[in-house]
């Protein structure tokens, strides 16, 4: 009997899978899922049953254009909690950070009263503007999310068209 990878998956390949790229995006997923103590943002987050067998997984995966890029739940369902073969793509690193702050602002009051709204461009903080309200600093960062997931359609043709408004 094989042992469970963080007590739900199964190594089922035939092989040696260390080194093994399909394996290691697996695991990941996983552990992201399944390993105590758990992050904050995978909290109720699951691997559909399929997927708790690594094969499925890689077959799956195979069929996909997937090197340099990261496997994302969140993009085709919004709220998605289920890693699935129906609900997951694979996206770049600037747009899969993107996605996760996607719940988060981005803006902050500051003393003058006004609304300071920045944003992170490759791992460096960018400001925005300032505004008089906060719905004025709330619909900025808005419209600049909406353009910058525009701006990955042209670069990932493959993936499904991205849609905000």
């Given at each position: ?31 992201r899922c399944y390993r105590t ?67 988060t602002n981005n803006y902050e ?33 808005k419209l600049h999310r909406v ?19």
């Amino acid at each position: 009997m094989r042992k469970l990878v963080f007590g739900i998956g199964t190594n089922n390949a035939e092989y040696n899978v260390e080194g093994c790229l399909y394996y290691r995006k697996w695991y990941n997923m996983l552990r992201r899922c399944y390993r105590t103590p758990q992050h904050p943002a995978y909290i109720g987050v699951t691997v559909c049953k399929e997927w708790h067998r690594f094969n499925n997984f890689k077959t799956w995966m195979k069929d996909k254009e997937w090197e340099g890029l990261e496997l994302d739940k969140d993009l085709r369902v919004v709220g998605n909690k289920v890693y699935s073969p129906e609900t997951c793509m694979f996206v770049p690193s600037e747009l899969n950070n993107l996605l996760a702050r996607l719940g988060t602002n981005n803006y902050e009051q500051r003393p003058s009263g006004n609304w300071a709204v920045h944003t992170s461009i490759k791992n460096k903080k960018v400001g925005l503007g300032t505004y008089k309200t906060e719905a004025e600093a709330m619909e900025v960062v808005k419209l600049h999310r909406v353009e910058r997931l525009k701006s990955f359609q042209p670069e990932y043709p493959t993936q499904p068209h991205i849609d905000m408004m």
